[in-house]
């Protein structure tokens, strides 16, 4: 097969996923962690994600504009970086004289670049790109405008800078430049604020409030952004505001240490937040202060709402707190889904916008992004991405401050150095296993995500989360956890299956003993049976078996029956010392049982250990470190043949068996962590194989590469990633990675593909259909496919199709005819012409050639990928 062939059959795109991100996450000493917005007419809210930027209606909740990164050249390249991101956003065109474009938005990367951007129109456009120069380690933290005066129409510009002062740890320099954007985005220096610990800005932009050191004494700062005033900026001592205070409260380390601050419209009022749970708010008039107490771990966010009557604080109690500052009283928005890390009034008090961490999974960053209703504290917009539980932790992982020292939380005295230890583990670790476990269910085509304690669906097709199901009983599910319970370890979902046809799930937990007894190390294995009502999105428990495999002995890999056996209605588990239990819903019972079992056959443990079951259910291949066994499903025992014919039943590979794929009934794919090997059933030896060591040996952990390997059972073809660590000009490892998806034919004798992609891939799985679904460690989503699905790739410019039917002009049927009548009056046009011009439709290119009939032809030649509530949704989308 050419070359040129094999990428007409398969291709790569990166059309989903995406993880909502905090601009100023990493900046520890930034108060204002997050960037959303909303519309001018207050019905849009907009989200910036690490690969695109997502605008969600108020009223229906749902996205009703995507812009992604990946459809256009010039975000392609600025975003290609993983280390950019989208400091800022700003309503309108403000590098024009028409900056009260409500279509438009400006937005400002952390490293100085301006891209304009019509959020309602066609991304195709080219976008305006400007630059602004740094310096550079300088990252971009806020944009301020402000109209020059009340009469004018025009707008001046400031841009508030923050660079890290290496030699002090967590300390910043910040610089507040006037910025001209109409002369080629020159900037010009006003101020400079060292060694600052603390930053914030009031709700309407107009004030800025520092905490930092001057003279080797801690100092506050209240400095204003546009107007020159003779009582601003305002300076006064740290310690001033200590011995207001009572005196025995302020005794501990974590009394002192300020977490988050927020400074009010009028710049009357300061409130801190400290690590001990005390909120205390200044009077900056005469310095008074009162002390507000209810927290009882570090407090991570504080605001103002924009009149200054109510104060809103949030931490590690999952708890969004009210508190009316005429009166003291509160109220509270309890049993958040994550640790409040940021909250801030947008519309005139009209909303809340709130940013959660998930803190439970501490390998990543897992933010969830609410915008709540003031009136009744109600959702109006959820919003969130896939949330993966990786192997290690990945770069960029930020955990929130706590006055306890645990995996989820960064302590007073470990935040200096653990941004740099984090880094320098990740650059010596030998083993770089970022994989996660994930499955698709045949049934809805939905992704599962185990998230610690809990399950989320995600469906890859709409790109938006269907369900989050807490599976386990624990702490978490009731209530958040502070101080020291943030040690106690929650059950851990670590592994889910489902049956053939969809309609059964299985999952497998680990529960852990609290630290510091005789018993904590005896684990409790439990799994789960569950079953779906048609209508239900929730998944209801049916069997809990504790320890299946004996007291403290893990289940280390699971397998559902092909259709053949039972109507697919079992599991086969396996355990680290060689044995096997099948599992089956008995009719009669009404329940799973347990109906065979095959004790441990081997003296030692091993947890390289895999599964693979013959389509037609008649055989059983069973990997145990190095050995591969052949077991008869009929009488659970090792393969022996009829009469005198000679059988292997036994393989001795190479290395540990890391996973074990059945291609056509033919073939068996056994990757170790050495080979890639196919080894034909019927003749009992091995056809070929291939050198893995380069790239697998020492980096992932037993059994892990088996989620890096997928087969299509319908065309036996199978797609196997590499992730290799980038070199830097010294040849020396970096944070960097980069992934390679090769795909191979049946018995691994031809490659019909080699792809790149540009991140770190942590799992690969078949869509039951025709592609192949992967997500990499930024959370996205991409398909290996041999088709082109519009509703996969978003259609780019969803607006092309409709462009020209405007409404009140003439019919619907009249313009449709006035499309396609001068294409086709030219004459007959020939396939390949008809077939480039499919493809330049469904890309969104812009051309001079005009639809004609067949030119949808190819939409519909993969349509039973879409879901009609799908292809709907994305109808309505389009012509409302």
Known sequence: ???????????????????????????????????????????????????????????????????????????????????????????????SQDSDDDRKITVFTNDGSVIVLNYRGKLIDSPKYLNIKLAENETICKVFGSKTSDTSDSKEFKILTAEPTFSFGSQYTYRLYSLRPKEEMKIALEQVVESVILSSWSQNDKLLAFLYYKEKRKQFMIMSVFEKTSALPKEFDFQSILTSQDPSSTSSNNSRYITSMALDSDGSQLALGFASGVITVVTLEDLQTRVLKWHIDSVLSLSFTQDGTYLLS?????????????????????????????????????YYSIALQMTENFSSSDFQLLLLNSGDLTSRVSINGPLPVFNSVVKNTVQPFSAISSKASTTVSAVNNSKKKHKKKLLKSKRQDYTTCAEINPLSKHIYFPHISAMQMYDFYKNEQVSYQYMTSGINNSMGKVRFELNIKDPEVVNVKFTKNGKWMITYEVEYP?????SSKDLLHTLKFWSQEDNDVNWTLK?????????????TSILPAPHAINGSKGFLTADNAGGLKYWSFQENENNWCLVKLSLPNFNHFSNSVSLAWSQDGSLIFHGFDEKLLTIDFDTFA???GSGNIDTINEFNLDSEIQAIKVINNTNLIVATRTTLNTINILQGQMVNSFDLFPYVNGVYKKGHLDRLIACDEKTGRVALVINQQYEDSNLKLSMGYK????????????????????????????????DFIF???????????????????????????????????????????????????EGVIDHDQEDDLTLELINGNKNEKLINMNSFTNMFENIQNVQMDTLF???MKVIT
């Open 873 to 875: 949704d994305r109808v």
């Open 775 to 825: 997500v990499d460690i930024g959370s996205r989503l991409g398909v290996v496919g041999t088709t082109i699905n519009t509703e996969m790739l978003d259609e780019v410019d969803k607006d092309i199709l409709l462009n020209n039917l405007q409404p009140g002009h003439q019919d619907f049927k009249q313009q449709l005819l006035k499309l396609s009548s001068s294409k086709l009056t």
């Open 739 to 770: 992934a390679r998806i090769v795909i191979f034919n049946a018995d691994l004798s031809e490659k019909l593909g080699i792809f790149t992609h540009e991140e770190y891939i942590a799992w690969i799985g078949w869509n039951h259909d025709t």
């Open 1 to 95: 097969m050419t070359q040129s062939g094999v990428y007409q059959k398969y291709k790569l795109s990166v059309v989903s996923g995406g993880r909502p991100i905090l601009p100023r996450g990493g900046n520890t000493s930034c108060c204002n962690k997050s960037q959303a917005c909303l519309t001018p007419d207050e019905l849009g809210y907009i989200i910036p994600f690490n690969n695109q930027i997502k605008v969600y209606s108020v009223e229906t909740r749902q996205c009703i504009k995507t812009l992604k990164f990946g459809n256009n050249g010039i975000l392609s390249k600025i975003f290609a970086n993983d280390d950019t991101c989208i400091a800022h956003i700003s309503i309108g065109d403000i590098t």
């Open 514 to 518: 609290p630290e510091d007894l005789l």
């Open 638 to 640: 090792p393969f022996e």
């Open 314 to 350: 949030g931490g590690w109690e999952k708890v969004l707190s009210f508190w009316q500052l005429s009166t003291n009283l509160q109220q509270f928005l309890p049993r958040l889904n994550g640790v409040i890390v940021d909250c801030q009034p947008l519309g005139n008090d009209k």
């Open 543 to 555: 069997t809990k078996v504790i320890n299946p495999h004996s007291t403290g002995v893990p289940v």
